[in-house]
């Protein structure tokens, strides 16, 4: 049959052109109002928001390293000006917008270039930030903000490193994996795996699908309540065994497990390589 | 419900929508985020109150622009203007609570897929006048947000032995009321009390399960 069954009695379709005309402008008129809610939402929240964000940031930061509340943590920011073929370091103390910047050019190469001139902000791609902690005067630790792409949208995360590079915490920050499923990847026990390995074992990273030993999460489970030099020096020959194997990916959410591991992996060889490059350059104990 | 019937009371809405109509144990919608949050008192309670937000502002929006919209393209709106609803408060718990948000803000965004939400507008908003849909959907919120908390408050209490995290036994009693199926469990036994209490009111009994978001 050529034509679709009419149900009895129902008036057949027709298309009219007003009639379509008037529910695209009825669409249009919904969607331009929308747009206006959600835009006012927006500029209504975005102050909040940023302060909750960064709120959130301080305290994983200080969480992970231990820092006390006289801790000093600078922000540096590295952007990539491709344009100009430039990598762009700007340093300032964090949570303090007051303070001037320091601004630090790099050639693609490696090659300090202190005359340049101050690349337009739109010009400016970012790749990620860096906080160096210090404590006195005295190096606390670095923490390095990674992205990597998830199962539906990035996971944002922060890596906590000692002055050796070693782990001392990840931390997923912003994430919209299913809850239940990927979301797992965010919880103490699944990102404490990634803890005390150091920087040879990170960068060789990789997933594996095999159950986690019973003992294993038990320890993992424990991190949370005993602080990681603690739970380091308590949990050593578990610790050895483990760290030579794989990340146990979450049951059901490989992609994500794999998405984290790889993020983590990465931010933590790139700023192996680039902080000698910087350190010097900043003014700060390295 | 026809629009020439005399639209109810205010009291008798929200009445409705806590009791006869409970959007959970009566209409047996929206399951799927009534077990996956309630695992304590406070997720239920912030999921439900962003429900009853939702659900407020939709259907006073419904009922405000119902004679403007094309009824051919109806539930597609619908859809838009929850959206847009959920979007605005998503933002708002992200900027006011975050701790909380952090807990819940996954579950949030999935209001717009709430069966609950879509079905007071399709069935009730888009043929009232603004102040019954008002109430209508106070009640709907109200009766979703009581569900959530009486599910998280038996669930808390059996699985974790606490309320409102204030640990009440040394024990967790019976630690399956945490998990999902404890939750189904949950449900089930406190729609037999609701059924039960709607049955010595002389009403009819949920029918209970249809396979609705």
Not at chain 1, 36 to 47: I, K, M, N, S
Not at chain 1, 140 to 162: H, M, N, Q
Not at chain 1, 182 to 209: C, H, M, N
Request: hydrophobic share 50%; net charge positive.
């Amino acid at each position: 049959m050529s034509e679709l069954v009419q149900i009895e009695g129902a008036p057949r379709p027709k298309s009219d052109p007003r009639e379509v005309m008037r529910i695209a402008i009825n669409l249009v008129a919904v969607c331009a109002l929308s747009g206006v809610v959600l835009g006012g939402a927006f500029l209504g929240t975005e102050r909040v928001a940023r302060a909750a964000r960064l709120d959130g940031e301080r305290r994983a930061i200080s969480g992970m390293l231990a820092l006390p509340p006289g801790a000093r943590v600078l922000e540096v920011s590295q952007y990539l000006v491709p344009a100009r073929g430039e990598v762009v370091y700007v340093a300032g103390e964090y949570g303090n917008e007051s303070a001037a910047p320091r601004r630090i050019v790099f050639s693609l190469a490696g090659e300090l270039r202190p005359e340049a001139p101050a690349a337009p902000e739109k010009e400016l791609t970012p790749l990620g930030r860096t906080f160096v902690a210090s404590v006195d005067g005295a190096p606390a630790g670095f923490v390095v903000e990674g992205e990597s792409r998830g199962y539906k949208k990035r996971i944002r995360f922060f890596v906590a490193l000692d002055s050796a590079f070693v782990v001392r915490g990840v931390r997923v920050i912003e994430h919209e994996e299913d809850p239940g499923l990927g979301a797992e990847i965010a919880t103490p026990w699944f990102q404490a795996q990634y803890v005390g390995r150091s920087a040879e074992q990170t960068t060789a990273l990789d997933v594996t699908k095999d159950p986690m030993p019973e003992d294993w999460r038990a320890a993992l489970d424990a991190l949370a309540g005993e602080g990681a030099d603690a739970w380091r020096t308590k949990h050593a020959p578990l610790l050895e065994r483990e760290h030579a194997r794989p990340v146990y990916a979450v049951t059901g959410a490989t992609i994500s497990s794999r998405a984290l591991t790889r993020g983590v992996r990465t931010a933590v060889d790139h700023f192996r390589r680039r902080w000698g490059l910087v350190a010097p350059h900043l003014g700060e104990p390295s | 419900m026809s629009t020439a019937e005399r639209p109810p009371g205010a009291r008798a809405l929200i009445l409705n929508g806590i009791f006869a109509e409970n959007p959970v144990f009566r209409l047996a919608l929206s399951l799927c985020p009534a077990v996956a949050v309630t695992t304590t008192i406070a997720n239920g309670l912030l999921l439900g109150v962003a429900v009853l937000a939702v659900q407020v502002l939709s259907s006073v929006t419904v009922a405000l622009v119902r004679g403007a919209i094309h009824p051919r393209v109806r539930i597609p709106v619908y859809t838009i203007i929850i959206a847009v609803w959920v979007s605005a408060i998503d933002m708002a718990l992200a900027a006011f609570m975050p701790a909380l948000y952090a807990q819940v803000g996954l579950y949030v965004k999935l209001i717009v897929a709430f069966a609950i939400i879509i079905s007071r507008l399709e069935a009730f908003a888009s043929r009232q006048p603004l102040v019954p849909a008002f109430w209508d959907g106070v009640g709907m919120g109200l009766g979703f947000l009581l569900a959530l908390v009486v599910i998280g408050a038996l669930r808390e209490l059996l699985g974790a032995g606490a309320l409102m995290g204030l640990k009440l036994f040394p024990v967790k009693p019976l630690l399956f009321f945490a998990l999902p199926a404890g939750g189904f469990f949950s449900i089930a036994l406190l729609m037999a009390f609701f059924n039960h209490l709607e049955h010595r009111r002389g009403g009819k009994p949920s029918s209970g399960g249809g396979a609705h978001g």
